[in-house]
Nanobody
Framework: EVQFVQSGGGLAQAGGSLRLSCTTS????????IGWFRQAPGKEREGVSC????????YYVDSVKGRFTVSSDKAKNTVYLQMNSLNPEDTAIYYC???????????????????????WGQGTQVTVSS
């Protein structure tokens, strides 16, 4: 059984930090790209970041560049999203998700599209107060 289990999140003040974790099981972690999406109230879900465990390519949406850092711990089959300098616009439910990635940079055209992802975490709330 494949599982993507999220932890972390919660409440932070503007300028603060939070870290999200996504622990996977039932997949060959080394061959998957793991992405982070978020959905704010009344808005569509958007891709935030992605890391490919196949070729180590990393991607960010412009709005989080320089503030968020995605990393992968292969020993723990876990991907992290470190979120710094948070602002109220970061308030959303955050989801991790994964797709099988062949590497060679092929994830760059896929990572922002929800339909590419096979498995999803349960979602976790991040609320940033001003």
């Amino acid at each position: 059984e494949v599982q993507f289990v999220q932890s972390g999140g919660g409440l932070a003040q503007a300028g603060g930090s939070l870290r999200l974790s996504c622990t996977t099981s039932g997949i060959n972690f080394d061959t998957y790209a793991i992405g982070w999406f978020r959905q704010a109230p009344g808005k569509e879900r958007e891709g935030v970041s992605c890391i490919s465990n196949s070729d180590r390519h990393i991607y960010y949406v412009d709005s989080v560049k320089g503030r968020f850092t995605v990393s992968s711990d292969k020993a723990k089959n876990t991907v992290y999203l470190q979120m710094n300098s948070l602002n109220p616009e970061d308030t959303a439910i955050y989801y991790c998700a994964g797709f099988l990635d062949l590497g060679y940079g092929s994830s760059w055209s896929r990572w922002m599209h929800e339909a590419e992802y096979e498995y999803w975490g349960q979602g976790t709330q991040v609320t940033v107060s001003s």
